[in-house]
């Protein structure tokens, strides 16, 4: 390296890379082979730089588009758990739903049962007293029959008397 070369920035970006072509032209055209190589050394660094920052520019697009990536994975699966806890608190509201109608159609057997049952009860204490009333009845009947079949047998067996004692 020469003297001038430590000592002069090397200039980036577009405007280093003319001087880089400039500074290879004229050291070719003057036979300087150290200017030549000079501003091809240029040129690289320029394009070396440019590549890296290309290569940043890509690496930063890939850093994003993970990022990107690793949040629309974290939205999925946040959106997975929502529909998963709606989907159970729809499961838990139709349970509970079902068990409500279930509880409101026992309830509602169990009060015809108990119906059914109050009607039997009273059905068969009416027939019962109306069988009692009826049983009353034929005994009263079997009684007045009894008083009568007394009665006459009491008649029969006076006017045998009174044969009985006309014939002796």
């Given at each position: 390296?020469s003297?001038s ?11 280093g890379?003319i001087?880089?072509?400039a500074?290879?032209a004229?050291g070719s055209?003057?036979?300087s082979d150290?200017l030549?190589?000079?501003?091809n050394?240029q040129?690289?660094q320029?394009d ?10 890509v690496a930063?697009?890939?850093g ?8 629309r994975s974290?939205m999925?699966?946040?959106?997975d758990?929502?529909r ?9 509201e139709?349970?509970?739903?079902t068990?409500?109608r279930?509880s409101r ?6 009060s ?6 109050e009607?039997?009860?009273e059905?068969?204490e009416?027939?019962a007293?109306?069988i009692?009333v009826a049983a009353?009845?034929?005994?009263a009947?079997s009684a007045?029959e009894?008083?009568r079949l007394q009665?006459a ?9 009174s044969?009985?004692t006309e014939?002796?």
């Open positions: 390296m003297d070369e430590a000592i002069q920035p090397i200039a980036g970006g577009a405007l890379k001087v880089g072509k500074k290879s004229v055209l003057m036979g150290d030549a190589r000079e501003g050394l040129q690289a320029v070396a730089e440019r590549d890296a920052a290309h290569e940043r520019e930063e697009l890939r994003e588009e993970a990022a990107l990536a690793e949040r974290e999925t699966a946040e959106r758990r929502l998963a806890d709606v989907e159970s608190a729809a499961r838990q139709a349970i509970a739903e068990e409500a279930q159609n026992i309830e509602v057997e169990a015809r049962e108990k119906a059914t049952t009607h039997r009860l059905t068969d009416r027939t007293e109306a009692e009353r009845r034929q005994a009947a007045g009894v008083i009665h047998a009491e008649q029969a067996e006076l006017a045998a008397n044969i009985d014939t002796t």
